[in-house]
């Protein structure tokens, strides 16, 4: 579902404006909350050896402390975020609309969901954390939980409650880190079934 998801937001990307929040989401664990105080001016690619994004500092929400979150370990990541069109706001909707994400973005975002194939609930409304967190915990070797909680920013109590017993091969979480842009002549393979 991840690929379908990703490859879908970049077949919309021109309609919806959506790839770079899928980008940061799904493979970032960023909230959408958090989304919207990053620019492009945050997203470091220049230096293959040292690609980075910063999460600036926030007023209210969840983890309102600033992180840093490495790419080094992710040149799928640094590829999806070079395929970007980077003149357009990396959110659609960025800092300014008093922290809340307004109706359209739920929309579009589920019309993403839609394109790919998924059928929406409310599981979806995180899913690109969560989904961030499990495969980080079963397929990035070396990783420890204080490594997985500083980047997507929250306590390690919450890391082992709800993503260290996940039920997923780690051979799925190592092809979930392979995910990239479909590049023309390419065809879309299913990682999993």
């Known amino acids: 579902e991840a690929e379908s998801i990703m490859h879908s937001a970049h077949a919309t990307d021109s309609e ?3 790839l770079p929040f899928f980008i940061l989401h799904f493979f970032c664990g ?5 989304a919207l105080g990053i ?17 600036p500092e926030r007023i209210t929400g969840k983890n309102k402390k600033p992180r840093t979150i490495s790419l080094k370990e992710f040149p799928n990541i640094v590829e999806w975020l070079k395929v970007c069109d980077r003149s357009k706001p990396l959110f659609p909707y960025p800092a300014g609309y008093d922290g809340k994400v ?15 194939g ?11 954390r969560h989904a961030t967190a499990t495969y980080l915990m079963k ?22 409650k709800y993503y260290s017993n996940a039920n ?26």
Not at 102 to 116: P, Q
Not at 121 to 127: A, E, L, R
């Open 39 to 55: 620019t492009w001016k945050e997203v470091r690619l220049d230096d293959p050896n040292d690609p980075f994004i910063k999460v």
């Open 118 to 128: 998924v059928e929406v609930n409310s599981k979806y409304n995180d899913c690109g």
């Open 102 to 116: 307004v109706k359209s973005f739920n929309k579009n975002r589920n019309l993403v969901f839609k394109n790919a």
């Open 139 to 160: 397929g990035m070797r070396g990783w420890t939980p204080a490594d997985i909680t500083d980047r997507l920013g929250h306590t390690g109590k919450v890391l082992m």
């Open 16 to 18: 919806y404006g959506l």
């Open 168 to 193: 997923i091969l780690s051979s799925d979480a190592q092809a979930y880190w392979q995910i990239k842009p479909i590049k023309e002549g390419e065809k879309l393979v299913k990682f999993s079934a």
């Open 30 to 34: 960023i909230r959408p909350s958090e």
